[in-house]
């Protein structure tokens, strides 16, 4: 899967649990950055505005982080433990995902090889219909 894709899908499903659990004090701090009241801890009892709970970008994902019981985990496990019909749409958009991604990177690599080898063959019908594939296949990849 492309990595701002992936980077797109996890942002959207923070949203969405945002919404779904709800998650107390939700905000958007910074691109790549999310608060809000730890799900698993709670946060303070004496301060009701005191959030402790990250999703943080690292790298091409988000994790999770809360500062006051060091809960940490990947948004993926997040999911799994707290919306768990949630973590199964998740992961079956991101395998659709991936999957169509690799389809075409597949198709495109089979196609270099074909073309390849028919270079050595002698048939210039052969070469010229390998060569009008691969290009067609190049423009609807783009």
Not at 42 to 50: L, Q
Not at 96 to 111: G, H, I, P, T, V
Request: net charge positive; aromatic share 12%; glycine share 2%.
């Amino acid at each position: 899967m492309d990595k701002n894709k992936s980077i797109e899908l996890d942002a959207k499903y923070i949203i969405i649990l945002s919404i779904h659990l709800p998650l107390p004090k939700f905000e958007k701090v910074k691109d790549g950055s999310y608060k809000f009241r730890c799900v698993f801890c709670g946060d303070s009892r004496n301060h009701p505005n005191k959030r402790s709970g990250y999703f943080y970008l690292k790298g091409h994902s988000y994790n999770y982080c809360c500062f006051k019981c060091n809960h940490r985990s990947s948004l993926k496990t997040v999911l799994r433990e707290l919306k768990p019909e949630l973590y199964m749409e998740y992961m079956k958009e991101e395998r659709s995902k991936r999957e169509n991604f690799r389809d075409a990177e597949n198709d495109l690599k089979w196609m270099d090889r074909i073309y390849k080898n028919s270079q050595t063959s002698s048939s210039d019908e052969v070469k010229d219909k390998m060569r009008k594939m691969r290009e067609r296949r190049l423009e609807e990849k783009i």
